[in-house]
């Protein structure tokens, strides 16, 4: 029999001091089973929790079950210090027959939606899910549970699974498909912030259909004027990687792009990241307004960026800069050396790469590459993909810097790597080194004995490019040259005869990081059970 939870609506969080978090703490202990809500919502931490459900456990309703998964949330969230534990198979250990009686009672259809939702919301904002027993035996059993009361969750119970569900992999399709069709329905009962999570979450999971995102659009749009400065990032972000934003969406992107401009103070350096990389990502010039406002409040919080935030406003601004702005990007640079040490290789390629998209020479932009170049020689090459150590040649020789140390370096390790290049990074390889004048002959039969068999694969550009490479350096082997002039034969002569610079990839171009307010947790607060 389902059992109500009329009394979870009441149940209300203390504001302790000192002298009353030690009370609540003892009440945990104290308080018997016919008051487990209000015991638990007073619970100091997650021990205390598991310890009151290995006391009272076995007594525990409905509103019991679902109390304990979002206080369980609430004080995992607020012990910073806990982010490892968590994970760790003492816990697990600890908090099974929470998961048992769990899973049990969501296949038994004992659980009320409210506590359906918060089980699921507290698992998957927790990065509990896919981690082996007892966590999958609570979310491999909600499914079915979710899809039998859909009907009956409430608008913000709905966003909590929708989301919970969606930020994680391997989602049962007809659970999103049952979702998404709730959520298109209830589309303008959500809250702003709930339609932010809510859009992110759906494109996160690729379940992108048009009617969906349009319902979406539809009620974001009617609500700009209430969403936070995190609201639009995400969902802007949100609609992009949907691949509708410039067309159904597009309406809506002009209408985000104002609203930011107005509330551009309240971006700070994620946020305003997560902007811009969602404009550049679009594949049209940035609304000149936002990009004049966000480059004027770039120099007010890159500040307070993080290693991250530094790269990804470098790959932003490199992607949507309409004219030279030196004054800016020399900002970004004097970010970039005080961060240098806390970027990994990706980022590292990706400023880089930023910097030589934007062809920009500067004191700051020297020193920036260079301590780059001397975080690379402390870490060592060996950790970038192989086309990140070709983009990273391509960026200094682009730009005439000879850092000896980082291209003999960048050859040591693509020596040995030659299989993991593709056409593009093998031109670029190639390119760079010609061009810093730091080839080595050990390099350059490397790539030839890699190049040759796949010189069918090459692009026209990149054929030039090589060709050119190859005269540049006098590494002109006649049987070398005879397969390349079969290839490159029809191209025009100015083409493969000039410096033939190929282009390098974006080193962002397969990947769409996930906005920083969504990959942890919600970036919206629910109400307690």
């Not at 810093?436 to 890699?450: N, R």
């Not at 090589?466 to 006098?474: D, E, I, K, P, R």
């Amino acid at each position: 029999m389902l059992l109500r939870c009329s009394r979870l609506a009441a149940v209300r969080s203390p504001v302790p001091g000192f002298g009353r978090r030690l009370s609540a703490r003892a009440a945990v202990e104290s308080r018997g089973p016919e008051l487990a809500p209000q015991a638990l919502m007073r619970a100091g931490s997650i021990q205390h929790i598991i310890r009151f459900h290995a006391k009272h456990g076995s007594t525990f309703d409905s509103e019991a079950v679902g109390t304990m998964w979002y206080v369980f949330r609430r004080r995992a969230n607020l012990e910073k210090h806990a982010g490892g534990w968590l994970r760790t198979a003492e816990l697990a250990e600890a908090a099974r027959p929470m998961c048992v009686q769990t899973g049990r009672m969501l296949r038994d259809h004992e659980l009320c939606p409210r506590a359906i939702a918060s089980a699921v919301h507290a698992l998957s904002a927790l990065d509990l899910t896919g981690r082996g027993e007892p966590w999958d035996d609570v979310w491999h059993s909600a499914p079915p549970a979710v899809l039998r009361r859909l009907d009956d969750f409430s608008d913000q119970e709905l966003a909590k699974v929708a989301v919970g569900f969606c930020r994680r992999a391997h989602v049962p399709p007809p659970l999103l498909s049952a979702l998404g069709s709730q959520v298109q329905a209830r589309a303008d009962k959500f809250m702003p912030s709930e339609l932010s999570a809510l859009a992110w979450g759906f494109a996160h999971a690729g379940h992108t259909p048009a009617d969906l995102f349009q319902a979406l659009g539809g009620a974001a749009d009617a609500c700009i004027s209430r969403m936070s400065a995190a609201d639009l990032a995400a969902t802007a972000r949100a609609h992009v990687a949907s691949g509708l934003a410039a067309s159904s969406s597009a309406g809506l992107m002009g209408r985000l792009a104002a609203a930011a401009v107005v509330r551009i103070d309240q971006f700070g350096p994620k946020l305003l990241a997560d902007l811009l990389t969602s404009y550049a990502r679009l594949g049209q010039p940035m609304p000149p307004a936002l990009l004049d406002a966000a480059a004027a409040a770039t120099p007010g919080c890159v500040g307070a960026a993080t290693g991250a935030d530094v790269a990804n406003l470098f790959w932003g601004f490199a992607r949507v800069l309409d004219r030279p702005r030196p004054q800016l990007v020399d900002t970004l640079c004097r970010a970039g050396v005080r961060r240098s040490q806390s970027l990994d290789a990706r980022q590292m390629s990706m400023v880089c790469w930023a910097v030589a998209t934007l062809r920009h020479r500067s004191p700051d932009a020297d020193a920036l590459l260079r301590a780059l170049a001397t975080q690379w020689a402390g870490k060592g090459v060996d950790r970038m993909a192989a086309q990140g150590l070709a983009n990273v040649a391509w960026a200094y020789a682009r730009l005439d810097l000879r850092e000896e140390h980082l291209f003999a370096a960048i050859a040591a390790e693509a020596v040995g790597r030659m299989s993991e290049f593709g056409a593009q990074g093998l031109a670029n390889l190639c390119w760079a080194f010609a061009t810093a004048g730091a080839h080595t002959e050990p390099l350059l039969h490397a790539i030839e004995a890699s190049a040759v068999p796949r010189l069918a694969a090459f692009r026209p550009e990149e054929l030039a490019s090589l060709a050119w490479s190859f005269a540049h350096t006098g590494h002109t082997h006649p049987h070398l040259f005879g397969l390349l002039a079969d290839e490159v034969q029809a191209l025009p002569p100015p083409l493969y005869l000039s410096r033939a610079e190929p282009s390098c990839p974006d080193p962002c171009a397969a990947t769409f990081p996930q906005p920083s307010g969504i990959t942890t947790a919600l970036p919206f607060s629910l109400p307690s059970l």
